[in-house]
């Protein structure tokens, strides 16, 4: 029993795949960071705890500009976790790791209003569909409304939520999003490169809504469809958005 006990285990080592924000960075960075700012102005708080990507490919600076932008980023609480598309030449022990054979996503971009501080809570989802060939794209459906400062981030298809989304709360989806109650917070559908995505909702008052990684704000968002039922898709690269009903 004692040699049982003494015994050396192995290290165990698990895989993982994470949902991370990705942010391709353009020329000139100084003009570049001052479009981040006046984003993180309108969602103070909105890139902590958010897993970052750098996607660098095609960019053409240096080691020492490549350290200074992520310096940049970190003092705008943009935590870099990995760099993707950089020359071994641009690499050193001192920045993120490489990072490589990531899946296309949509960016997240910020909304207008500063999001809640806290953590939030994982929101219950019950899978109407298993990923498997030949069945039916995966789809998630929520039976309670989603509270303020909640993500729910579902790449593989459809969320449906059958209640509201409060101010603060966010919705990533792979497919499209149907809202059975108020939108107030962000709605992000085709997020794994699915123009074809749609969102609906029975009353828009939404922050934020973005398909395939083009967006618009509260502020760029239609007034005379504020408070109503509507369906949103995306017309190449523009958002647009009809009543229904």
């Known amino acids: 029993m004692t040699q049982v006990l003494t015994d050396s285990r192995p290290i165990r080592l698990k895989g993982r795949s994470f949902l991370a924000l990705a942010l391709t960075p353009e020329l000139p960075l100084a003009d570049w960071l001052a479009r981040l700012d006046d984003l993180a102005a309108r969602s103070a708080g909105f890139f902590l705890r958010r897993p970052v990507v750098l996607d660098v490919d095609g960019l053409d600076i240096d080691r020492n500009q490549l350290r200074e932008l992520v310096e940049q980023l970190g003092s705008r609480n943009v935590r870099v976790m990995g760099i993707e598309g950089a020359r071994p030449s641009m690499l050193a022990a001192d920045l993120p790791p490489a990072m490589a054979d990531g899946r296309p996503a949509s960016d997240f971009e ?136």
């Not at 309670?144 to 966010?170: H, M, N, W």
């Not at 085709?190 to 395939?212: H, V, W, Y």
Request: charged share 20%; with cysteine; proline share 6%.
């Open 110 to 245: 910020a909304p207008e209003k500063a999001e809640a501080e806290e953590g939030g809570a994982a929101v219950p989802v019950v899978p109407a569909a298993s990923a498997e060939p030949g069945r039916a794209v995966p789809s998630l459906v929520v039976t309670q409304p989603v509270r303020s400062g909640q993500s729910l981030i579902f790449p593989e298809g459809d969320v449906t939520i059958v209640g509201s989304v409060a101010s603060g709360a966010e919705i990533v989806a792979g497919g499209s999003i149907h809202i059975y109650g108020t939108l107030r917070g962000r709605a992000m559908a085709g997020t794994m490169g699915n123009a074809s995505a749609r969102i609906f909702c029975r009353k828009l008052e939404a922050e934020l809504i973005a398909i395939d990684g083009y967006y618009k704000t509260a502020e760029d968002m239609e007034p005379d469809l504020r408070g109503r039922a509507v369906q949103i898709w995306l017309d190449g690269e523009t958002i647009a958005a009809g009543t229904l009903g």
